[in-house]
Nanobody, 120 residues
Framework: QVQLVEAGGGLVQPGGSLGLSCVASGSIFSINTMGWYRQAPGKQRELVAVITSGGITNYADSVKGRFTISGHNAKNTVYLQMNSLKPEDTAVYYC??????????????WGQGTQVTVSS
């Protein structure tokens, strides 16, 4: 199967920046999409940003102009650079990658989640 390991996150003051990364491991043949989602306390998980293997990106309106998603297909890695952070960005951030394995067909895997807290 495919496992995702996230890194980054933590505590930052409003207006600050943080970077997240997510590496996939396993018998991966190809990756179709890589994305970031977040879930704040008492709220549903929501899409933050997604990038396709062709480099097409899509962002939630709330993060446009502040967050940047990028991916390195050869390294099975996706990044999320978060700038001008706001308290409402506080949430657990989850990585998601979809694609195809070499042996078991399609996969749709999630990371364990990493906490991002924006507070003074």
């Amino acid at each position: 199967q495919v496992q995702l390991v996230e890194a980054g996150g933590g505590l930052v003051q409003p207006g600050g920046s943080l970077g997240l990364s997510c590496v996939a491991s396993g018998s991966i043949f190809s990756i179709n999409t890589m994305g970031w989602y977040r879930q704040a306390p008492g709220k549903q998980r929501e899409l933050v940003a997604v990038i396709t293997s062709g480099g097409i990106t899509n962002y939630a309106d709330s993060v446009k102009g502040r967050f940047t998603i990028s991916g390195h297909n050869a390294k099975n890695t996706v990044y999320l650079q978060m700038n001008s952070l706001k308290p409402e960005d506080t949430a657990v951030y989850y990585c998601n990658q979809k694609g195809r394995t070499a042996l078991w067909g399609q996969f749709d895997s999630w990371g364990q989640g990493t906490q991002v807290t924006v507070s003074s």
